[in-house]
Nanobody, 124 residues
Framework: QVQLVESGGGLVQAGGSLRLSCAASGRTFSRYVMGWFRQAPGKEREFVAAITQSVFSTYYADSVKGRFTISRDNAKNTVYLQMNSLKPEDTAVYYC?????????????????WGQGTQVTVSS
């Protein structure tokens, strides 16, 4: 099992940047696919980005492609989400997720382990 703790959220103006971090416990971090999801008020949780275990292949939602970058440091048990050119529609609680590959990088149901979330608010 792995425990996840997100940090780095906050309030930023449109066009600004934030970097989210997700620190994982345990010695098996390098075995897990890592993902970022977000949930805005009144909306379902949606996929943002994912990164594979060792090859570091990345996957992005169309809405963030070209603006967000996911990365990981297996030596530090940490995954990052660099968010640039932020828009008001990016406002949401952002969640870090982890699991062994279970059939999809994009579906929340493929991840068993979740952090508590960090709020990102983008003002216009």
């Amino acid at each position: 099992q792995v425990q996840l703790v997100e940090s780095g959220g906050g309030l930023v103006q449109a066009g600004g940047s934030l970097r989210l971090s997700c620190a994982a416990s345990g010695r098996t971090f390098s075995r897990y696919v890592m993902g970022w999801f977000r949930q805005a008020p009144g909306k379902e949780r949606e996929f943002v980005a994912a990164i594979t275990q060792s090859v570091f292949s990345t996957y992005y939602a169309d809405s963030v492609k070209g603006r967000f970058t996911i990365s990981r440091d297996n030596a530090k048990n940490t995954v990052y989400l660099q968010m640039n050119s932020l828009k008001p529609e990016d406002t949401a609680v952002y969640y870090c997720a982890a699991d062994l590959y279970r059939g999809s990088y994009y579906q929340a149901s493929s991840y068993r382990y979740w952090g508590q979330g960090t709020q990102v608010t983008v003002s216009s």
